[in-house]
């Protein structure tokens, strides 16, 4: 009997220990992280620097929160690149054709929207595997922005529009404000509203959500929206940055530092399962990664290498609970 | 030797929930032996440590008068125990011998498949078994029964000791049963000894010698079945005082509350039509293939049905979608729970929120301290056993997982309520609670249909009984009227009423 308490206990300690490691694991790695790069380099804690990595995060951060929402929901979208360039394009030929800031913002968000509500219909209502309905809106959209800019790169002519990227308030800029705020609203949609716990639940078994009197159709057409229009504000951000986007190279391989980011936070590739937060520290443990790395001098061919092994380790460690 | 396998106090526990509480499990050689038990009783979770997937907490296994470490499935299978489970792991688009063969496949010293010698030897062990049947056949174009004698044959070509047979009959036909049975015994006189677990009492009395019955995780009785009779292997398996229960309360039926008309749905049924009262409980049963759940998948607008009509209260109603059945009243609790019912990764709260959960709602956000309340009011009124809010579901034992379920529906006030098989997965003092809530909840006026390929349940609780028969309703009995034989007779479509008048 005192054998078997015994032993229930160690379990419960066993279970409690393993629950802390599951919810903290991605805090965790990322505090190593943030250590090991700041013995390495004196220079990583400055001010400068800490703010040079959220900065150069937001585009990808604000796109993996999408990402996050989509695989949550047991989908995937491998759009989100070639829609970035094919978004970023839109607002700046409706940025160079109307001369108004808003009127480009507008018609990004827009665009994004509806190529998200595409997406999200042809998984739901087309019943078509989000890999391949992703994978075929990917080629379209890169296709459609090369055609447009014939090969080339399509520039801004309204000197405003760059401060959208550029400029700041008390010493942040823009981009990590919006990357901030995206973060705060897809916790609280995903945390808090019947619409994130709906996600949950079909991503963890649609069929027991719709036996559940869910919308599960509206649901998805709501996350794959969801998705695209925060990839419209990336590339706004993005095309904002650099007055430019290049058809061919803008938001090339993004999806799959995206999906990397939302693995590194432990969100499971079936759905279902993971946190928002938990990609928040996946793309800054990237992040951190890249400065790092460029601090160090390592080779910028190698940098893929250590990206890599990351997400397999992360993945290896999660695999323990 | 006496015994071929001797098990001494297996005691087996899963998120602290001990499923097996120090079981003894002994086995002859060339017996078939019966291991009798409800659902949930541990027959399985003992079969599976046999079987070298669970490893036990504490006991000793002897085998062939060694002590042994079943310590993985290979292990198990080198030791010649082989288990046949009920979803049969045949795989449909391979020839039977290449089943027979699958991972131990002869190769020549080049690599290449032996496909002769392969196929002689499966011939070899077919004919042994007085089956002919061509090894170059396709697993998909046999019956069902031939599908379990190849899993029969991949055993003995293993060379198994120790078959152990779970449900094997519950996909067969009458004349495959037969030829099953045969083949057992056929087995048997080689020296095989098969453990034989079975819910059909009748079968277990015509091929086994001896018997074991396991009550919540304990040893019920064990014995020869000579000695012994179906009374009281059913009394050993629920315990007497659950058994004869009378659960039916007679209650004033109100006004009619969903009808359904000329309902038709290819290739699943076709012109179903009954009227369901206020406080009434109706019965749907059939044999495999009736249609039944399909029916009230389509009721409930799961499913698309191509004609007829639905009215609730007289009003004609379109249900395109559960959200529609929702708003028309209409809660279904689904079969196979963990299918259809439950979001594992999700808090018993989480669960039974869900069907509610806009209701929950302010300025947008859930209310956590609403969502809450709600908990603890069904928790008391279910009486459901959870530690707190935030367990997962799956910790919870089936009939409390049930329950939640059932709160989902009663959250938004569901005034029709469909169980599909509702005690499936359940042990014996859940069951009895299950029935009393449902009792209960038609005293309180809620209209309720059950769909049981169980005919004592439905014969407890019903107060009518529908009977369908590939996708039609071949019998209406009232109350009174109905009992196992009548059913039965209207089940197979040897009796139909035509246009049944209830």
New interface residues.
Partial sequence: MLNQTE??VR??VGARASWLWSEYSVIVAFLVIVIVAALADGNFLSYTNLTNILRQVSIIGIISLGMTVVMLSGGIDLSVGAVLAFVGGIALLALNSSQSVTLALLAALACGALIGFLNGVMVSKGKIASFIATLGVMAAARSLILYIANGGSISGEVEAYTLIANGEIGGISYPIILFLAVTLLVY?LMH???FG??V??IG??E?????????VDRVKIGVYTLCSSFVALAAVIESSRLNSISSASSGLAYELDAIAAVIIGGTRMTG??GKVLGTFFGVLILGVLNNMMNLLNVSPYLQGLVKGLIIIIAVLLQKKE | MEYVLRMKGITKSFN?VEVLKGVDFQLKPGEVHALLGENGAGKSTLMNILGGVLVP?EGQIELFGKRVRLSGPHVSKSLGISFIHQELNVVSDLRVYENMFLGAELTDRFGFLRVDEMCRRAYDVLSKLGISLDPKAYVRELDASFRQIVEIARALLEEARIIIMDEPTTSLTDHEIDNLMALIRTLKSSGVSIIYISHKLKEVFSICDRYTVLRDGRLAGTGEIADTDEEQITRMMVGKSVADINYYRPRPLGAPLLSVTQLSCAPFFRNVSFTLHEGEILGFTGLAGDGRTELFECI?G?RRAAGGEISVYGRPVRIA???D??KAGIG?V?KNRK????????SVL?NMS??A??QY?RH???DDRRERAMYWSYKERLAIKAADPHTPIVSLSGGNQQKVVLA?WLE?NANILIFDNPTQGIDVGAKSEIYHLIMQLAAQGKAIVILSSEVPEILKLCDRVFVMHQGEITGCLERSQADEEQIMLYAIGVKREGQVPC
């Fill in positions: 032993r229930n379990q419960q609280v808090k509203t019947p716990r709906y949950y639940a963890s078994n069929k027991a959500a719709l036996l559940s009197a869910i919308r279902g399962r | 602290n907490d409930f799961y979608h559960p959200q059945a929702l279904f689904p299918e259809n019912a439950i979001i594992k990764d999700m989480q869900l069907t959960l806009k709602r947008l956000l859930i989902k938004v």
